[in-house]
């Protein structure tokens, strides 16, 4: 089943940062599609819930040097 | 403080400690340095001073490479890491730590930003009074199911979007409207989740709670337009897919020239589009933000770039410049008694759906005498027809509309016209003199009438007034003000509209449009090389707000439709947040245009100052990331507009 997450991270300090952290959740096992605003700040993740663990985004989110939190 | 604490302030500060430290260690190393007799020590506490600034740096760098993107923290990785190679560690400790201490200064600030949209969702209550089995029970106010009763007191914030059932209270609905004079709310009035209740106690039957809120629909909305790119802004970002590229070739080429490797190190990081792709997004979120609060929806970064280009506003009359609350002001009978020509008219405009069907039939309905010969039957717009005992109007036989003319009905074998003088010139129904004149009359006043018209002999003549609002003259003055030239648009003829046109002073008017034809004058407006902005209401006006350079509805709170057609939404019905919406779109335009310059300017003149020597690798990077947060910081102006 295709599930739907959405996570904040308001500390993005330029545009690109925000597409490396879109193209590190891409890479994970199960992420369908991902969107990553740097205006906003908000990341929003399609995955598979049988493939990817939700528990991993924050992780992979703090791999690259921002601080998630909930939506 | 237990390590549990400590740990969690250590997670929640790590950019600041990590930037404080650094500079500590920084500015000992140097201090050594400059002593110049521990030159080793130094050294080493430099080069600590850089990983312990570019450790999460180089850690993002690692993943930018991976992913096969090259950005800024990739450059700056490897201009520190160069300088440390050719033994310049203290260039290499302070590219590190200003721009360790730039990003963190830039996340903060554009931290504030983002929370614009924080403040109006923290304005729903998290709990909610609702009666369940006969009891008032608190619940949160996610669960509350509708139809179900919401007990709102005095004080309170309403937790859900609903009608209200029981009570009667001004109600501020600035979080929605950005209006903060509060509205008055009685049985069946709708309040919006999120507002603040100020006076009596409510009862309110739920329509929609949790996400499915008028306040939550707005905010998702605004962060959409935040998000949606400008045309400034995808320009920006095609160019940089080149640009970062032909820097780096442009810093390999130096290298190769004159075997600098600061030159070409220094090259890379000045090099970064740093200024040039945060300025555009930071405006816009900002200018976005901003009118969010005030209750004006805009659409999107693209949406506003236009805005900021109007020099044309066109206003629809009905219901924008005037308050849309027509009411009978005098009905005349010419050989016919005004009452029962009142009751015709009524009687042929019952099935009608149109304002000024609806202003006869109500006037009708609570006429609470005959009404005598030009005497003023006033159908006051807010008396509710259902409470006041109404006088039942008989149904016609049949009815015709025609459009933008008038009506056609039967009724007891007689055939009945309510219409302008167009209708009755196609029909060759003679205008006696004397109605003419009435006509007239009333018309230079500003009020629009119909003939009543009984087996093609005119017996009557309804006059009907629409009070214009009474910020309609300041508004328009304001945006002449601001070099805008304005027009209104309207189905009334020509000495209604120039009476109207007058009264508001307005620069010009367009009268006797059929509603495909205001479409047709704002195409020709565009033709001449305007930009133009269409002002209504978003249902009635929807094509010519569709067909204007940016269409602007107004009143919007309660309607999908209109926040969808429109490119700028008005929640409240408050003329006055025109000229805002206006100069706020013009001051964003500009504020791109300072942002832009600001970051090329910059660039070019380190450009120069590299190529030439006198700009160094740390003062470069001092400067870089100084241009960045000056155009954070300009951006950020169009917060406090």
């Known amino acids: 089943m295709s ?44 995955y598979d819930d049988n493939v990817a663990d939700p528990a991993t985004f924050e992780q992979t989110i703090e791999n690259q040097g921002y601080t998630p939190q909930p939506a | 403080m237990d390590t549990q604490s400590v740990k969690q302030y ?3 500060h790590r950019q600041a400690i990590i930037v404080a430290v650094s500079g500590l260690l920084y500015a000992g190393g140097w201090s050594l340095g400059y002593i110049s007799t521990f030159d080793t020590a130094s050294a080493a506490i430099l080069i600590l001073a850089a990983i312990v600034g570019g450790y999460d740096i180089a850690k993002t760098a690692y993943h930018e490479i991976k992913s096969r993107t090259l950005g800024i923290k990739t450059l700056v990785t490897l201009a520190a890491a160069g300088a440390i190679v050719i033994g310049s560690y203290w260039e290499a400790a302070a ?23 924080e403040e109006l969702l923290e304005m729903t209550p998290d709990t909610a009074t609702v009666r369940r089995d006969g009891k008032q029970k608190e619940v949160s106010a996610r669960e509350v199911e509708e139809g179900e009763i919401v007990i709102v007191k005095p004080g309170e914030k309403i937790p859900v979007d609903g009608d209200v059932v029981e009570g009667e209270s001004a109600v501020n609905q600035a979080p929605v409207t950005g ?17 603040i209740n100020q006076e009596g106690s409510l009862e309110v039957r739920t329509t929609g709670s949790g996400t499915d809120t008028t306040l939550q629909r707005i905010v998702q909305r605004v962060e959409e337009a935040q998000e949606a790119q400008s045309p400034t802004e995808s320009l920006i970002d095609r160019f940089a897919k080149y640009y970062t590229p032909g820097v780096i070739a442009l810093s390999i080429g130096a290298y190769v020239v004159t075997q600098n490797a600061i030159l070409s190190l220094t090259l890379l990081v000045i090099g970064c589009p740093g200024a040039l792709v945060i300025g555009p997004p930071v405006s816009i979120v900002s200018a976005i933000g901003n009118a969010a609060r005030s209750g004006v929806l805009m659409k999107g970064g693209e949406h506003l770039e236009r805005a900021g280009k109007i020099d044309l506003v066109a206003f629809d009359k009905t219901g924008t410049l005037t ?3 027509t009411a009978v002001a005098d009905v005349a009978g010419f050989d016919a008694k005004a009452g029962d020509v009142l009751e015709l008219a009524a009687i042929a405009e019952k099935k009608s759906e149109h304002h000024l069907g609806d202003a006869i039939l109500e006037a009708a309905q609570d006429r609470p005498a005959a009404v005598t010969d030009g005497g003023a039957a006033t159908g006051q717009a807010d008396t509710n027809p259902a409470l006041t005992e109404a006088r039942s109007v008989p149904n016609p036989d049949d009815f015709d509309v025609v459009a933008g003319k008038g009506v056609i009905a039967h009724h007891d074998g007689r055939e009945i016209v309510v219409g302008n003088r167009k209708l009755l010139d196609e029909r060759d129904i003679k205008i006696p003199e004397e109605v003419g004149d009435y006509v007239r009359e009333r018309e ?14 005119v017996i009557g003549a309804i006059a009907m007034r629409d009070e214009l609002r009474e910020a309609a003259p300041g508004v328009v003055q304001e945006l002449q003000d601001a070099g805008i030239e304005t027009v209104m648009l309207t189905g009334d003829n020509e000495r209604v509209a120039a009476a109207v046109a007058e009264e508001v002073g307005i620069d010009d008017y367009r009268a006797e449009l059929l509603p495909e034809d205001k479409q047709a004058v704002i195409e020709e407006y565009r033709k001449d090389g305007h930009v133009v902005a269409m002002v209504g209401d978003g249902i009635n006006d929807a094509p010519s707000l569709a067909t204007a350079d940016v269409g602007i509805a107004m009143g919007a709170a309660g309607t999908d439709t209109a926040i969808e057609t429109a490119d700028m939404a008005l929640m409240a019905d408050d003329l006055k947040r025109i000229p805002y ?34 700009v160094t690798l740390a003062l470069g990077m001092l400067v870089h990331e100084a241009s960045v947060l000056a155009v954070i910081l300009n951006g950020m102006r169009l917060l406090r507009y």
């Open chain 2, 444 to 457: 230079e006043r500003g009020e629009t009438v119909v003939h009543i018209v009984r087996d093609g002999v």
């Open chain 2, 323 to 325: 308050k849309g609350e």
């Open chain 1, 3 to 46: 599930e739907t997450t959405q996570l904040r991270v308001m500390d993005f300090d330029c545009p690109s940062c925000a597409s490396t952290v879109e193209r590190a959740l891409a890479n994970q096992d199960g992420v369908e599609n991902v969107e990553v605003h740097y205006a906003t700040g908000r990341v929003e993740i399609e």
């Open chain 2, 179 to 195: 209006e903060s004079a509060p509205v008055h709310k009685a049985n069946g009035d709708e309040v919006y989740a999120g507002t």
């Open chain 2, 10 to 12: 250590y997670r929640k």
């Open chain 2, 581 to 614: 919406a206006v100069t706020l779109s013009k001051a964003t335009r500009w504020n791109i245009y300072e942002n832009v310059g600001l970051a090329v300017l910059t660039v070019s003149l380190l450009l120069a100052g590299v190529l030439t020597s006198y």
């Open chain 2, 95 to 117: 590219v590190v730590f200003l721009f360790a201490l730039g990003s963190y200064l830039e996340g903060r600030t554009m931290r504030k930003t983002r929370n614009a949209l």
